[in-house]
């Protein structure tokens, strides 16, 4: 197979060139080889196994008509290669596929997986490096293949922006949003969100994420953010609420950080998000009033900044409680059994509404 | 004899493209699929039972997420079930505590106040009182003989838990019926506790620790239970496996029971995975027919992983036998050659070699007959529930939970009929009657 190649100038030890080929094409000279031992323990491939979801996500992003792919799937060779020089940094390539396909897979290996499985006409570009033994080999691989990621809370930030994201990433998209509209609008906990554009801020973004998204897919938000002028009612819920907290928890609110209040750490914020859900959909709770009112029944009842939690038989200083699964899923069964058994006892007390249905009730 | 399927987030996603092999990209997992009483449009059980520790929480992990947990105390059983249909209206919501969760631990996790109010509050019409499993079934002690001090202990904790129970449920005005549940060693201490709960108020008790029983020693502890109460007890079996053994059970009026075993079956057991009714009042099993994922299948990721097979050539295997079983349903193929892709693609998984080195194995001939059988009877074109009528093939392909979950749903409604017709006190209800005399007469 002969390809028309573009060379760069990087190493001495290394030849680099850059062409265009199908999915199909690729494999016909490279494989996919992973990690793995022969018989005698000799380790032999690098690639890490295919993962069927992500392989899916790619593969709906390009079974659209316009999706681009700019980035090379990089080959290596060691073996079965010819490079004729021609003018201008441009090459001839040889790649000899008559004893197998000679090329390694290094990078890209589920996008190629992904293009196999398309039907369609689309070349990318193959980087092909010419590697002298199969050591050398392995290092650029795991050179390739040890990139920092893009820090989380920076691509959390962007995705509002980007249109066209795969489900997984849109649903964190619509919570992002609501998150940075709590942050930079005329709310409750404006300001209060640390986000990679607010660094002052001091409640973490991904925690006010997670309470939104949790709220967006199972809970009251769910139903809110299909309504009419929906997301702008998802940010009024969650400011409300915050703002019925703040009333109630004055001492513990205002002038403090996640350091030396529960109330705006992690643990605190996730667990109020539960009440927050409980209040909206078992006491219809929208206002800052009606958020005030199921609240009320936790004065007294907890540790925010000094004292101890008394969950049943567990008992925690104030800051003994962390961010953790453990932790938050316990302070919420304290918080939402205090708020349950509240909303019980009103209802108890609520004499029966007798004038129900009469004209001058 | 009630039937109530214990529902542990059973449900599958009616878009799922089998072709493709997967669900719509935005698919959203319990909003979008369906509960077996959705996708056959009827109801394949009499009521749901609902554990405790299924939905689990801080103490107890269970199967439901924290936000599906968390729904599930907000909304109620009967709305997050999606039972809230008039038509289902009249199906049963049985609560436990699921006490295999907290085996280990010394006392349940849950007070019975608590329990009675998730019961109340979470709209469930039957409710079992806080027990603690009793191991070490000794058949043949007689009175309160035998029992090890952990057993005693256990004993009188579920008996502790019963009363204060009931008596929390009547101050509440509870709208749920309260179950006791009996525990013990062996059937005359069970009979005791029996004895006891009647004692205290209960007119509706529920056998725990069944599980590990087997069917004579289930009939022991039912024979000296129903000994001592009135015959106006009614009796629930808890986690009743035996299920297939249910038309031995006659005798002693039992008014519910609680399985998941049709479902599981199709998943879990080795042989018997579709159901179909057989002769007389029996049913009739087939194996599915084993093709997983060959990218997700972690035994064969490990063979990949081993070096003992590329993972390209697994997916050409995996697709031959896909392929080959789909044409042979069209009537496309021959038996042998259908047969010979399945196990070369088998080989790969029950020897982890290739079919050329391990062609002889006695595994692989004995999966051999058992798929002969099914691809012979093709049982899934002489059912006429709405699964096999949408799927066909697929539905007897033992690959992801998509088809698994089918299957196991079409058990439930072959099960449900099981019982219906099993049960004379009740009108007989065959609703494919055609459909199986039609595949009859063919045969
Ligand atoms: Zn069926």
Known sequence: MTYLAVCARQSDEHQVLTFAATAGDILRFATIDRIGRSAQGVLSGFQRPQVAAHIREIRDYLEKPNAVLPNPIVVAFIQGVTVEAREEGSARLQIDVSSGAPGLVVDGQQRLSALTELDRDFQVFVSA?????????????????????????????LLPSVDDLPPRLSRRSAAAEITARLNYENTALKGYIKQHTMPEGSIADTVVQKVVMESLSNGVMRELVRMPKGEDRCVKIVS??????????????????????????????????????????????RSIDDFEEGLACLKGRTAWTSGEWHFGDEVRRWNGLQNINRDVALLKHYLVGVVKADLRRRAKAAPAPLLDGLPDA | MKFIFADSLDYVDPAFDFIADRSPAERQPYWDDAYPHEILGYAPYDGVLVSRGIIGDHRVKGKYTSSQARRFHLVGARKFLRLDKPQFKDLDIFGDCGAFTYVQEERPPYSATEMAEFYDECGFTHGASVDHIIFDFDPAATGMAGGSDDAKARFDITLENADAFRREALAMDASFKPLGVVQGWSPASMAEAARRLVAMGYDYLALGGMVPLKSPEIKLCLEAIRDVIPSSTRLHILGFAKADDIDGFHGFDIASFDTTSPLIRAFKDAKQNYYLPGDGLALRYFTSIRIPQAIENPKLQRTVKKGIFRAEDLVAMESAALSALRAYDAGGAD?????????IYSAALVEEKSYAECRDSILLARLAVRYRETLMEKPWKQCGCPICATVGVEVIIFRGSNRNKRRGIHNLAIYHEHIERLDLKRAVH?????????????R
Request: glycine letters at 4%; proline letters at 5%.
């Open chain 1, 129 to 157: 490096l010419i590697c002298r033994d199969e050591a050398e080999l392995r290092r650029q691989f795991v050179l390739i293949n040890n990139t920092k990621p893009l820090p989380k809370s920076l691509i959390y930030e």
């Open chain 1, 240 to 285: 409300n609420f915050f703002d019925a907290v703040k009333r109630v928890f004055p001492l513990d609110w205002h002038g403090h950080k996640p350091a030396t209040s529960r109330l705006l750490h992690g643990a605190g914020i996730q667990a109020l998000g539960d009440v927050m859900e409980v209040l909206a959909q078992r006491a219809d709770a």
């Open chain 2, 335 to 343: 038996i042998d050659d259908v047969l010979q892709a399945i196990l």
């Open chain 2, 430 to 442: 065959r609703p494919y009657d055609l459909s199986r005399s039609l595949c009859a007469t063919k």
